[in-house]
């Protein structure tokens, strides 16, 4: 009899730990989870409006870069300054080639700016105006369809 309630408690206890085992081995997992993934994701950004692999991605539409303004938008993980010139719609990186700062649209001038260092680029070729940057914004395809604008090759 005693024997019988020895092995049941036994076997309880077996139980018991097991369970005990099983909740510290989750709570461990949880807690390297919970570390590791926002690591990743901040380490491997989802793609957004990326064009890899061919194709154009629609940025917006003259209303919201009416003539004569420019505007900073994102293709893929890449800023991208478009802007709308008397000449037509171009595009060019959004990165300076002097140390990396993103440029915007200076409307008073009509050029595209970088505020670090005060370098000023052309709009409609992207070649340096003034400043330190020592090359050129590197130009990206843009098209215009029905004043919707594109980034990217067709
Ligand atoms: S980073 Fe653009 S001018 Fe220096």
């Known amino acids: 009899m005693a024997l019988g309630l020895k092995n049941v408690q036994s076997k309880e206890n077996g139980n018991r730990r097991s369970f005990l085992k099983w909740l510290l081995g989750f709570g461990i997992f949880s807690t390297i989870a919970s570390v590791l993934i926002p690591v990743i994701g901040y380490l491997i950004p989802p793609e957004r409006g990326s064009t890899a692999g061919g194709g ?3 940025v917006g539409t003259t209303l919201d870069i009416p003539f004569g303004m420019g505007k ?4 893929g993980n890449k800023p991208v300054i478009v802007i709308n010139t008397p000449q037509g719609i171009t595009a060019f990186s959004a990165i300076c080639t002097h140390l990396g700062c993103i440029v915007d649209w ?14 000023l680029f ?9 400043g330190p940057p020592p090359a050129p914004l590197p130009p990206v395809p843009v098209s215009l369809e029905d004043e919707e ?3 990217g090759e067709a």
Not at 109 to 114: E, F, H, N, T, V
Request: glycine fraction near 6%.
């Open 122 to 130: 052309n709009p409609q070729t992207g070649a340096v105006i003034a």
């Open 106 to 119: 200076d409307a008073e001038r009509q050029l595209i700016l970088c505020p670090c260092h005060d370098g």
């Open 56 to 58: 154009r991605v629609l």
């Open 149 to 151: 604008i594109y980034l």
């Open 72 to 75: 900073v938008v994102q293709l």
